[in-house]
């Protein structure tokens, strides 16, 4: 993985879990991973298990995105011909309502 973010940055986004109260256009994401056309949107991270909840969008399908958890050391593993995965490091924290991919995977269809 590219850009791979430290502990201490992890540490800041919120635990799993705490924003499962939260409508989706509510949830802030706090990290975006990106890999051609797939993005992955992350909104919560357990540092003991590794893993994050968020929205995952895969070859550009937004039909089949959906809300879901990600480990980390998956994403880590991630080699195709030299490409890895990269963390957007100009990425902003912002609702998810606010990220145009992401409405529009929730937009219904017609």
Same mark, same amino acid.
């Given at each position: 993985?590219?850009?791979?973010?430290?502990?201490?940055?992890?540490?800041?986004?919120?635990?799993?879990?705490?924003?499962?109260?939260?409508?989706?256009?509510?949830?802030?994401?706090?990290?975006?991973? %990106?890999?051609?056309?797939?993005?992955?949107?992350?909104?919560? %991270?357990?540092?003991?298990?590794?893993? %994050?909840?968020?929205?995952?969008?895969?070859?550009?399908?937004?039909?089949?995105?959906?809300?879901?958890?990600? !480990?980390?050391?998956?994403?880590? !593993?991630?080699?195709?011909?030299?490409?890895?995965?990269?963390?957007?490091?100009?990425?902003?924290?912002?609702?998810?309502?606010?990220? !145009?991919?992401?409405?529009?995977?929730?937009?219904?269809?017609?």
């Amino acid at each position: 993985m590219w850009n791979e973010p430290l502990p201490d940055h992890l540490r800041k986004l919120p635990l799993l879990y705490a924003t499962e109260g939260l409508a989706w256009p509510e949830k802030v994401i706090h990290e975006h991973f %990106f890999l051609g056309a797939c993005d992955w949107f992350m909104a919560e %991270f357990c540092p003991d298990r590794r893993l %994050f909840f968020g929205f995952v969008i895969l070859h550009g399908d937004l039909v089949n995105a959906e809300w879901g958890y990600v !480990s980390l050391d998956e994403l880590r !593993s991630v080699n195709l011909h030299g490409l890895e995965i990269d963390r957007d490091l100009h990425w902003t924290p912002q609702p998810a309502a606010a990220i !145009s991919l992401i409405r529009a995977a929730h937009r219904p269809p017609g």
